[in-house]
């Protein structure tokens, strides 16, 4: 067919219904040091942090009083706080070394949600290492001692109270479910906090010698909860909650994750003062004197939960970042009946593949169907096909949705047999009977339009003047062959 009907041509615009999608995945699972694991039959993407953890390294704000035991001529009180083993671990660690996943979903353009992941086996721990710090007040034969911890340990033989436990337990991913930790409390008469004789605390031989002994066993409960997970601007108050977080034009998203939760005291604590008396008055007991006490077992806690803070950590999300050409594809001139095709790239440039689909709003231009796996940082040649019906222009719109977040469905035009691009400022104009109105050119000769005016009459055409010159060639010749004659 000439270029020249091709110019003259209307263009055809047929942008038919293009078919809804649903939602797919990313292409390929990511895994990484980010700990990335993006499950290819749904938009989601789960994702570990750096490991979360925090340490309690000071004393906690609890004080267990024993109250005053005993009567008469020996009267004990102690007041006990739970302190780290100096030089050793903290108090209290929570850590997640591994549990913290994030799942990240994207089925709404522009944003990702983001849920904390607490369906996992355990993977996280909670550790307490700690010791019992006592305070002493006593009245023993008339003297009257009173001695905080710091002035106590200097009077201990030693110099150190003798208690140090360890407890350990699992904990649930991320912490929101409470994680109780207890401890194995040793029995009570295996466990002497310290012990002093009489003269250390003041009382002079005369008066009476013996020693003061304190037990000491605690049976404390450590219940950890975390309270709220906050992702950069957003936070998660509870385990099924989600952060939404905006996005544009992103390969991956980095994520500052920080962790807050509380822990509360309970259990209790069992003390019971063990008192020897050698001498009263100068005088040997031979072991007739003696003091009995009850033990007592005041309650730990009481007060206000010990905010926990953990440090905080880097999530790093892979997602899929598909960009399609903005230029029209132009696939030529073709007649009807033949085929052609050419190929537009399609760029995956995000961190982690994206699936792709395609489709024509119009039949004489196709795409590949169903869906096809681009990997990250990878392109994809794109196949349109061209098999026209007439030799009129063609154009049509393709659409590409894939699993981008940020940009999940993209458009691109082709054009054929002298269709208008919209790329160039042609001052021609593609009117609605399929004309084009002016002067056309084809392979360099101008034609004359042949237009009809309102009247009816015709002001020339070409052909009337080929007919004419025609039959005034064939007068001249049979002229030349009388004179011959």
């Not at 466990?191 to 037990?215: D, E, H, K, M, V």
């Not at 409960?221 to 509870?238: C, G, N, W």
């Not at 035009?413 to 009117?431: K, P």
């Not at 392979?443 to 009337?464: P, Q, Y």
Request: charged share 15%; glycine share 12%; proline share 5%.
């Amino acid at each position: 067919m000439r270029p020249q009907a091709l110019r003259r041509a209307g263009l055809a615009s047929l942008l038919g219904a293009v078919a809804a999608l649903g939602a797919t995945s990313a292409s390929a699972d990511v895994t990484g040091s980010s700990g990335a694991a993006c499950d290819a039959a749904s938009l989601t993407c789960s994702v570990g942090t750096a490991a979360l953890n925090a340490k309690i390294t000071n004393q906690l704000p609890t004080v267990i009083d024993s109250g005053n035991m005993g009567s008469g001529k020996i009267q004990i009180r102690t007041r006990f706080t739970i302190d780290p083993v100096k030089g050793t671990d903290p108090l209290l660690a929570v850590d997640m070394p591994r549990g913290a996943l994030v799942k990240a979903t994207w089925n709404e353009k522009g944003f990702v949600n983001l849920a904390t992941v607490t369906d996992q086996a355990a993977q996280g721990t909670m550790n307490a290492h700690y010791t019992l710090t006592p305070s002493l007040e006593a009245t023993i034969y008339g003297i009257g001692v009173k001695y905080d911890a710091a002035q106590l340990i200097n009077k201990v033989p030693g110099g150190s109270f003798k208690y140090d436990a360890k407890a350990t337990t699992s904990l649930l991913p991320w912490g929101f479910a409470p994680t109780v930790l207890k401890g194995t409390p040793p029995a009570l008469d295996q466990s002497t906090i310290f012990s002093i004789p009489f003269s250390s605390l003041g009382i002079s031989s005369g008066i009476a010698t013996g020693s003061l002994s304190i037990q000491a066993s605690a049976n404390p409960t450590f219940t950890y909860t975390t309270k709220s997970v906050r992702l950069d601007s957003e936070s998660i108050s509870r385990a099924d909650g989600l952060a939404k977080l905006a996005i544009g034009d992103d390969d991956f998203l980095d994520l500052t994750a920080s962790v807050g939760g509380e822990i509360q005291l309970g259990g209790t604590l069992d003390i019971k003062p063990v008192v020897k008396v050698d001498t009263v008055d100068g005088y040997p007991t031979f072991g007739l004197v003696k003091y009995s006490f009850t033990a007592v077992s005041p309650k730990i806690g009481g007060n206000a939960p010990v905010i926990v803070s953990f440090e905080a950590a880097t999530i790093h999300v892979p997602l899929p970042n598909v960009k399609v050409p903005t230029a029209t594809l132009a696939m030529g001139s073709l007649e009807a009946g033949r085929s052609t095709s050419k190929s537009i790239t399609i760029d995956s440039t995000g961190e982690l593949g994206a699936k792709l689909s395609f489709t024509s709003s119009d039949p004489r231009f196709t795409v590949p169907s169903g869906e096809v796996t681009v990997g990250a940082k990878r392109k994809y040649e794109l196949k349109v096909g061209f098999t026209p019906t007439n030799a009129t222009p063609a154009s049509a719109t393709i659409t590409v949705k894939s699993t981008d977040p940020g940009d999940p469905e993209q458009t691109f035009r082709v054009a054929a047999n002298g269709a208008s691009t919209g790329d160039d400022s042609s001052d021609g104009t593609e009117s609605g009977d399929g004309t084009l109105d002016g002067v056309t050119e084809s392979s360099g000769c101008a034609v004359a339009s042949v237009s009809t005016s309102s009247g009816g009459s015709s002001t020339g055409s070409a052909s009337t003047y080929g007919l004419l010159g025609l039959g005034l060639g064939l007068a001249a010749f049979v002229r030349r062959r009388r004179r011959a004659r």
